[in-house]
């Protein structure tokens, strides 16, 4: 059993118990969301300590106001993906240390990472994990670009961005997953790109991260350090 910080799950617990008091969750949308906030304990982590202030600011700020719009009575998909863009964004851009505000599109960054690796025994995989973040980036812009509404009528259009509802179950259930699956490539690229950032926001808490990530993940980063 992995010995692990009170603090941590006791942290986790918190958001989880916050959560429940804004909806109701069965237990799959309860243990994905309790894999989500294991990812984002990882990033805050890091950046923390590594004094990534404007990335720490902004990156966790827009994936917990991501998941605030997703649990909203008032949801609105632009809205949330909105967040999830900038988020991805950021870490992006963090990935590859680049300032915050640089110009340098999500797609430079890509092909800059894919370069990179071009001879790589793990090219395929990090092709695919690179591709899906990259998707899921650009349906989130195409969304804010007016997505697949039709423009008929400008007062009717005008009127549809006013309509917000509570998500559907099975909607929920399918952006949460997403949202796990953002996290996860992730930390999966942290682990690739910024292996050292890891090791110094875990120095003698090799036990927590253990816990924290997925066990394929765990192996990937001790893999690295040997």
Same mark, same amino acid.
């Given at each position: ?7 941590? @799950? ?15 969750? !069965? ?21 923390? +300590?590594?004094?990534?202030? !404007?990335?720490? !600011?902004?990156? @966790? /700020? ?9 649990? =909203? ?17 950021? =870490? ?5 240390? %680049? ?9 430079? @960054? ?13 090219? %395929? ?27 008929? =009528? +400008? ?6 961005? /006013? ?16 949202? %796990? ?6 930390? /999966? ?28 993940? /765990? ?8």
């Amino acid at each position: 059993m992995v010995k692990v910080n009170n603090d941590k @799950i006791q942290e986790i617990e918190n958001f989880i118990t916050i959560l429940e008091t804004k909806i109701l969750m !069965d237990n799959d949308i309860r243990q994905s969301f309790c894999m989500i906030s294991k990812k984002i304990l990882i990033i805050k982590q890091i950046l923390s +300590v590594n004094n990534q202030r !404007d990335f720490l !600011d902004s990156m @966790i /700020y827009s994936v917990l106001m991501g998941i605030k719009i997703l649990i =909203s009575d008032h949801f609105k998909q632009e809205q949330y993906d909105l967040y999830i863009r900038i988020f991805i964004e950021h =870490s992006f851009k963090m990935l590859t240390d %680049k300032d915050r505000n640089s110009r340098i599109t999500v797609d430079q @960054i890509r092909e800059e990472i894919l370069k990179q690796y071009n001879s790589s025994n793990l090219k %395929k995989e990090i092709k695919s994990k690179i591709d899906t973040l990259y998707n899921f980036y650009s349906d989130c812009s195409g969304s804010l670009h007016g997505g697949a509404r039709k423009l008929d =009528s +400008v007062g009717l259009y005008f009127n549809d961005l /006013y309509i917000e509802n509570k998500i559907e179950v099975t909607k929920l259930k399918k952006q949460v997953e997403q949202l %796990k699956k953002i996290l996860d490539n992730i930390i /999966y690229f942290i682990i690739l790109l910024k292996p050292d950032m890891i090791l110094q926001a875990f120095l003698n808490k090799m036990f927590e991260l253990e816990y924290l990530l997925s066990e394929k993940q /765990y192996k990937m980063i001790k893999n690295m350090i040997h």
